[in-house]
């Protein structure tokens, strides 16, 4: 399939999830900046988002109590991929809106248990914990959830929050196509990827990991540098502009 | 003003236009694009950008038939600097959509009148001509307006359309963040800006160009490479980027 194509089916998609309620119009806004640095990393996953997404896996895989935070935007982009991945690390599922709006939340779980989701946390009062440094109503978490995980994945999540998530110990893996972005400057494994292709690339990396001794899987984790890794990732986005500069 | 709340401003601003219709849903991806790429020069008017306004002041000047193409994200952010900047360049303006429907298109020309235009082209039946190169309707243009134009200003445009207008031996003047963009690579005179800041600079730029013997004005023009300037402004972006990396 041609980058491009799939590029206008998924900016399609989520021109229809607006629609539907499922996305906000600041999450259009969202992805449209995703594309952009989709763009100069050549739309394709980048070697430094191989190198991320081991590590991520391995993470996944150790952590006793992982969570997968989802928003609009994850859902409608990567739904069935998400419940795929959360079914394959044993990870939770929780909703967690930067636009927060209980309609929106019940959407979205409904959306995600559509897809095979068997549990959603952190709709309504359910997301009865406050986490600090950030504002209401966005620091509200499950306690059941992300309250008391210890790795969280948080596609597409907004600076502040990564941020106040990894001030609570937690590990945060981030999937974000902009490395300078604060939420790929703050998470302990960033994925510079488009989320389409990193949670399937995430799923798959798992799969394979399960098979390895522990020993190995801890490998992934002490032998990655998040700082060097998005150095690497800026680094593929300087090389792909130079080529259009010798045009 | 802090650049990054202008850059919420903006944002919202374009959120409602879109609540009124005036803007797409694809709108706000495309601006999602435009603000990537806005991050990546500083959110700021780089040297380029100046190089290439004083060549398209230059232009619109020594125009017999200038003509301002405006879309709805264009109407929306830039609707009185692109009223001021015709008044000053005696320009006509025309509203040419990529999602066209004649609601939008009577709602833009509204609007732009409200602000001021003393006539919008382009509505409805008006655009008659159809040019070549580009599947219909968005080949549609007015006979009196972009028809007969001999320098096109096209603050947000896409490619296929950039291209179609310069092959029919019009002089564009792209204004866009992306400086690989197809608009950007096809256009004669590319101003890298954000178009908030971009229509006013040009506005200020005509008004002393005017004062100007005709021959110094020419010199803009003559001097002036769009290839060697669209690589200076990718350059910018590289040295960004390079900073970061030493991070």
Known sequence: ???????????????????????????????????????????????????????????????????????????????????????????????????RTIERERLIARHMKKLGAKEVLGVGSAASKTIGGISSPRAKVDPDGIGKADVVLIPLEDGDRAQALEDEGKKIISIDLNPLSRTSQVASVSIVDNVVRAVPALTEASRKMKELPQSQVEQYVSSFNNKTNLANAIGEIVQYLQGWMKN
């Open 1 to 99: 399939m041609h980058p491009r194509f799939l590029s206008l089916k998924t900016r399609d998609a989520l021109v229809k999830a607006e629609a539907s309620g499922l996305v906000v119009p600041q999450g259009l806004i969202a992805h449209g900046r995703g594309e952009a640095f989709d763009y100069v990393i050549g739309e394709r996953t980048i070697p430094a988002a191989y190198t991320a997404t081991m590590a991520a896996a391995a993470l996944l895989l150790r952590a006793e109590r992982p969570v997968i935070s989802v928003n609009g935007n994850a859902a409608a982009l990567a739904g069935e991929d998400i419940v795929r991945l959360a079914f394959t690390v044993s990870a939770s599922i929780e909703v967690n809106l930067f636009h």
